[in-house]
C-alpha cells in the first residue's frame, strides 16, 4: 500500500482525477475555517479548489439551494438518485431528498430500530446504508420511504462495525470499522464475503480508473 494522505481532514469525495477533501482550522476557541482541495493520484498533487466545486460535486447542480435549506453541508452523507434527484443523510437519522433543481420535497428520520444509520449507495430505487450498533446494512425504498430488507445483524453477524458502503455493479463493498476489513455483498444472493483486512479501522473504499483507495484511520492509501 502507498500512503497518499493523512488523516487530516473533514470529508473525502470521489472524483474523476482522484478525491475532493475539506480540512478545518480553528481560528479560537469558536470560529472555523473551511478550506477545499483536490488530490490528483496521477501527479500526487494537492490543489485548492473552490467551495462550490466542491459542492456542486457533492450535492449536483442545485447545490446552492440545497445548501440553503441545510445549512451544515460538510458532515452529512449525500447521493444522486437515477432521476436526479438528490438524498441527504445526516448521523443522527435526519433524512431528506431535494429534487435535481435542490428544493425538497420529503423529510423524515431514518434510524433502525432506534440505532443510528450512515452512507448511501444508491441501488436503483432503493439505497442501502450501514448500521454500525447493529453490524447491519439495510436496503431503503426510495418509493415507500421504508426500510424493505436488512442483511446481518440480529443472531447473524456478518459485519462487525460497519461504517460505509459503495456499489460497484451488483457488488455492496462494506466497511467495517471494528473489525478493520472490508467485506463483500452480493446484491444478487445477499452472499457476504471477506475482501480486505487492515491492522486499523477502515472508513471508505472506493476506485479510481483500475485502482483501489481506502480510508484507514492513519490516512488515505492506494492499494
Same mark, same amino acid.
Given at each position: 500500500? /502507498?500512503?497518499?494522505?493523512? %488523516?487530516? =481532514?473533514? +470529508?473525502? $469525495?470521489?472524483? !474523476?482525477?482522484?478525491? @475532493?477533501? *475539506? &480540512? #478545518?482550522?480553528?481560528?479560537? /476557541?469558536?470560529?472555523?475555517? %473551511?478550506? =477545499?482541495? +483536490?488530490? $490528483?493520484?496521477? !501527479?500526487?498533487?494537492? @490543489?485548492? *479548489? &473552490? #467551495?462550490?466545486?466542491?459542492?456542486?460535486?457533492?450535492?449536483?447542480?442545485?447545490?446552492?439551494?440545497?445548501?440553503?435549506?441545510?445549512?451544515?453541508?460538510?458532515?452529512?452523507?449525500?447521493?444522486?438518485?437515477?432521476?436526479?434527484?438528490?438524498?441527504?443523510?445526516?448521523?443522527?437519522?435526519?433524512?431528506?431528498?431535494?429534487?435535481?433543481?435542490?428544493?425538497?420535497?420529503?423529510?423524515?428520520?431514518?434510524?433502525?430500530?432506534?440505532?443510528?444509520?450512515?452512507?448511501?449507495?444508491?441501488?436503483?430505487?432503493?439505497?442501502?446504508?450501514?448500521?454500525?450498533?447493529?453490524?447491519?446494512?439495510?436496503?431503503?425504498?426510495?418509493?415507500?420511504?421504508?426500510?424493505?430488507?436488512?442483511?446481518?445483524?440480529?443472531?447473524?453477524?456478518?459485519?462487525?462495525?460497519?461504517?460505509?458502503?459503495?456499489?460497484?455493479?451488483?457488488?455492496?463493498?462494506?466497511?467495517?470499522?471494528?473489525?478493520?476489513?472490508?467485506?463483500?455483498?452480493?446484491?444478487?444472493?445477499?452472499?457476504?464475503?471477506?475482501?480486505?483486512?487492515?491492522?486499523?479501522?477502515?472508513?471508505?473504499?472506493?476506485?479510481?480508473?483500475?485502482?483501489?483507495?481506502?480510508?484507514?484511520?492513519?490516512?488515505?492509501?492506494?492499494?
Amino acid at each position: 500500500m /502507498e500512503k497518499l494522505l493523512d %488523516l487530516q =481532514f473533514l +470529508e473525502i $469525495l470521489p472524483t !474523476t482525477a482522484g478525491f @475532493l477533501f *475539506v &480540512r #478545518r482550522e480553528m481560528l479560537d /476557541e469558536v470560529h472555523i475555517r %473551511l478550506s =477545499f482541495h +483536490e488530490y $490528483l493520484i496521477k !501527479t500526487r498533487e494537492i @490543489l485548492p *479548489v &473552490r #467551495r462550490n466545486v466542491y459542492l456542486r460535486r457533492k450535492f449536483g447542480p442545485g447545490y446552492e439551494q440545497i445548501v440553503r435549506s441545510l445549512g451544515d453541508y460538510v458532515s452529512c452523507d449525500t447521493a444522486r438518485l437515477s432521476n436526479g434527484n438528490a438524498v441527504v443523510l445526516y448521523p443522527g437519522g435526519e433524512l431528506g431528498f431535494f429534487s435535481r433543481e435542490g428544493y425538497p420535497f420529503w423529510r423524515g428520520e431514518l434510524t433502525y430500530h432506534g440505532s443510528g444509520v450512515s452512507d448511501l449507495a444508491v441501488d436503483g430505487d432503493y439505497f442501502w446504508s450501514t448500521v454500525p450498533e447493529q453490524d447491519a446494512v439495510i436496503r431503503f425504498s426510495t418509493a415507500t420511504k421504508k426500510v424493505v430488507l436488512r442483511v446481518s445483524g440480529g443472531a447473524s453477524r456478518a459485519f462487525d462495525g460497519p461504517c460505509a458502503v459503495v456499489r460497484y455493479g451488483r457488488v455492496l463493498y462494506v466497511c467495517n470499522e471494528r473489525s478493520c476489513n472490508i467485506c463483500t455483498l452480493s446484491l444478487d444472493r445477499y452472499a457476504v464475503r471477506d475482501y480486505q483486512h487492515f491492522h486499523e479501522p477502515v472508513y471508505k473504499f472506493f476506485r479510481w480508473q483500475k485502482e483501489e483507495l481506502v480510508v484507514l484511520s492513519s490516512g488515505v492509501y492506494l492499494l
